[in-house]
Nanobody
Framework: QVQLVESGGGLVRPGRSLRLSCAAS????????IGWFRQAPGAGREGVSC????????IVGDSVKGRFTISRDNAKNTVYLQMTSLKPEDTAVYSCAAGAVGCSWSEQDFAYWGQGTPVTVSS
């Protein structure tokens, strides 16, 4: 079974940056595509970004395009989400998820989920 643990969230001012990490255990992460999702208070879950198992392709949500970058280091069994130019609208709990298929925005394609790490963007 794959276990995923997110870290790196916290309180940050608008315009600043954070890097989130998603560390996997149980199986080698290079078998899976990894997606980042977020859920703001009182809102549904939103797809943020995804990276393929070999890192060769990525998708990025329109709301974060140009500001967020996804990457992976399979040797460390870790996927990262570099967030820059953060806005108050980015406030949410961010979760990573692993799927055995290519990247998509469908939550059904991701079988394993982390607990999430909260990000609060506020002045």
């Amino acid at each position: 079974q794959v276990q995923l643990v997110e870290s790196g969230g916290g309180l940050v001012r608008p315009g600043r940056s954070l890097r989130l990490s998603c560390a996997a255990s149980g199986y080698n992460l290079d078998y899976y595509s990894i997606g980042w999702f977020r859920q703001a208070p009182g809102a549904g879950r939103e797809g943020v970004s995804c990276i393929s198992s070999d890192g060769g392709s990525t998708i990025v949500g329109d709301s974060v395009k140009g500001r967020f970058t996804i990457s992976r280091d399979n040797a460390k069994n870790t996927v990262y989400l570099q967030m820059t130019s953060l806005k108050p609208e980015d406030t949410a709990v961010y979760s990573c998820a692993a799927g055995a298929v290519g990247c998509s925005w469908s939550e059904q394609d991701f079988a394993y989920w982390g607990q999430g790490t909260p990000v609060t963007v506020s002045s």
